[in-house]
């Protein structure tokens, strides 16, 4: 990205992420620099409002998918869908379905609306949400829904052994 291509939106965010997180981006233009003071930013609280400012003013789409496909996790169920927002309509689709398996995760953690699972709800979920709910759901409905129906051999075992 040429020098003018940096918003004076983007320089003054990665401006403030530098004197909130300590690090120093020498060359603001460069994506990979950006992506590890961004990182950093991901680590503190404090910072987070900075950086969605950021990824609002962030000129890579892909860069700002992958921020906030991180903060997604890190934030308060309820702020996710201004995290989501803030990405260009082109590159929303991973983040509003990795919003909504991260608020199913959770439902199943804690209990929420837990019912008799079977393939056909569990067929819906990538990948990535069946291993985690294998590894981090404790409900014995849901583990043997995905012990018979995981889509992937590693799922069905990761469900077969949380089961006991």
Do not use: C
Not at 41 to 62: C, F, G, I, K, M
């Amino acid at each position: 990205m040429a020098d003018a291509e940096v918003s004076p939106e983007l320089r003054d965010a990665v401006r403030r992420l530098e004197a909130l997180t300590g690090r120093v981006v020498t060359d603001v233009t460069d994506g990979h620099a950006r992506w590890e003071l961004y990182r950093a930013a991901l680590a503190s609280d404090a910072a987070r409002p900075v950086l969605l400012a950021a990824v609002v003013a962030e000129s890579d789409a892909t860069l700002a998918s992958g921020v906030v496909g991180e903060a997604l996790e890190r934030v308060p169920r309820a702020d996710r869908a201004t995290w989501v927002e803030a990405l260009a309509p082109s590159v929303r689709a991973f983040s509003v379905r990795r919003a909504h398996e991260l608020g199913t995760l959770e439902d199943l953690r804690s209990g929420a609306g837990v019912k008799e699972f079977g393939p056909e709800l569990v067929d819906g979920w990538s990948d990535w949400l069946q291993l985690r709910i294998a590894a981090e759901v404790s409900n014995p409905s849901v583990l043997r829904a995905l012990a018979g129906a995981g889509r992937t051999k590693r799922i069905r075992q990761a469900a077969s052994v949380a089961l006991g």
